[in-house]
């Protein structure tokens, strides 16, 4: 439900920025443009796939609910809650780590944290570049962005700027990136009992449905777009721009993913569970990404 839920998310961010941003720089739209890529197709995917009246989170065997209850808690508990964070810490405060206190955190998801933790300096220098290329616009997008979620209605989100809107975009696809174990997690046979898999030794119609649905999470990675990555924009030579802000933070993050990835690798028991492990390693390792947007 979260996988399928950031989607929906992001489609409401990406659409925002978009609509938003001014023609004033090639810069920022090269970068804001940077996250389009197929978010509007998944999106309908996601709707058409998963949440319509035979959706595979309605209808599917183990996931057969009311579909208007099934919407209403991604709209109550998911996706209001998101929308009205406005910063990563509310994020990872409120949801990811909401029922362990700050103190008693230190032992969990390390890798996670250490990405997470690139966020706040990166949204800082980002949007001081995104200022300085976009020719006087920049309180113009922060304006239009304002307006945007705004008009979604009273109160629904506290995302009023550029600022806001990098950093809950970068710790949600960050997430994002991280449902793709716990995707397959679900047709290994300790889970699939409780899907309502027949435990026949034969897949049934309903069994295959299941893994198909399933396999869409983890089909259709492009390379390059993870958060942080400046390869989906084009170089400039100079310390202050876009580009440059982009290249550092994506050297860190992946220094990081390197450093993570050796450790793993060499763990005894890499073989038997590698393949949940392998979330924070580098870009399409074990075919995982941190995406950019939940595009896959």
Same mark, same amino acid.
């Given at each position: ?29 090269? *970068? ?5 890529? !197929?978010?509007?197709? /998944? ?5 058409? $796939? ?16 009311? @579909? ?13 809650? *998101? ?10 405060? /409120?949801?990811? %780590?909401?029922?362990?206190? /700050? ?17 706040? !300096? %990166? &949204?800082?220098? $980002? ?10 616009q920049f309180q113009q997008i922060n304006q239009n962005l304002e307006n945007y979620y705004r008009d979604l209605g009273n109160d629904i989100s506290n995302i009023k700027d550029v600022g806001a809107w990098i950093q809950l975009m970068s710790i949600l696809n960050i997430v994002h990136g991280s449902t ?10 300790? =889970? ?7 435990? &026949? ?11 198909? &649905?399933?396999?869409?999470? &983890?089909?259709? $990675?492009?390379?390059? @777009? =993870? ?41 005894? /028991?890499?073989?038997?569970?590698? *393949?949940? *492990? ?8 074990? !075919? ?9």
């Amino acid at each position: 439900m979260i996988h399928a839920s950031i989607h929906i998310y992001d489609y409401i961010n990406v659409i925002g920025l978009l609509t938003s941003s001014t023609p004033s720089s090639r810069s920022v739209a090269d *970068w804001a443009g940077s996250y389009l890529s !197929n978010v509007p197709t /998944k999106y309908s995917e996601v709707e058409t $796939l998963l949440f319509s009246q035979n959706g595979a989170l309605v209808s599917t065997s183990g996931f057969t609910a009311d @579909r208007a209850q099934v919407l209403q808690y991604v709209t109550d508990e998911l996706l209001k809650p *998101w929308l009205h964070y406005s910063t990563a810490d509310q994020f990872i405060d /409120k949801f990811v %780590f909401a029922y362990i206190p /700050k103190g008693h955190r230190g032992g969990f998801l390390q890798a996670f944290q250490q990405q997470v933790d690139l966020i706040p !300096n %990166f &949204t800082s220098e $980002l949007v001081t570049a995104i200022d300085k290329e976009s020719n006087g616009q920049f309180q113009q997008i922060n304006q239009n962005l304002e307006n945007y979620y705004r008009d979604l209605g009273n109160d629904i989100s506290n995302i009023k700027d550029v600022g806001a809107w990098i950093q809950l975009m970068s710790i949600l696809n960050i997430v994002h990136g991280s449902t793709f174990s716990f995707s397959r997690l679900i047709v290994t046979p300790q =889970y699939l009992p409780y899907l309502g898999f027949s435990n &026949t030794g034969k897949y049934t119609a309903t069994d295959v449905a299941i893994a198909i &649905t399933v396999l869409g999470t &983890t089909l259709g $990675l492009s390379s390059n @777009r =993870y958060v942080y990555s400046s390869l989906l924009v084009p170089p400039k030579d100079n310390d202050e721009t876009i580009y440059s802000v982009l290249q550092r933070y994506d050297k860190s993050s992946n220094d990081l993913k390197i450093k993570y990835f050796d450790v793993i690798k060499n763990d005894p /028991k890499f073989a038997e569970y590698g *393949w949940l *492990w392998t979330d924070y390693g580098p870009d399409l390792i074990d !075919n995982k990404q941190l995406t950019l947007a939940a595009y896959v």
